[in-house]
């Protein structure tokens, strides 16, 4: 099994930031401050919509 090659985005200024890596057929998702920690995975569909829905603003951190 290949290594798993996580991504910042370059909009990430401080340490408050996800990463995304793909393995095989799922997107991964992941806490940078936490990167033992858990994480997310969804299939190519799910991914889609997800980054529709924060791409339309629908999903904005509530202190916002």
């Known amino acids: 099994m290949a290594e798993i090659v996580w991504r910042r985005?370059?909009?990430?200024?401080?340490s408050a930031c996800v990463?995304?890596?793909r393995q095989d057929e799922k997107f991964l998702v992941r806490d940078s401050a936490d990167p033992d920690g858990g994480?997310?995975?969804f299939d190519a569909g799910a991914w889609a919509?997800?980054?529709?829905?924060?791409?339309g603003g629908g999903l904005r951190p509530?202190?916002?």
């Open 9 to 14: 985005s370059t909009q990430c200024g401080t």
């Open 19 to 21: 990463e995304v890596a």
């Open 39 to 41: 994480r997310l995975a």
């Open 49 to 55: 919509a997800f980054v529709a829905e924060i791409r």
């Open 62 to 64: 509530e202190s916002e």
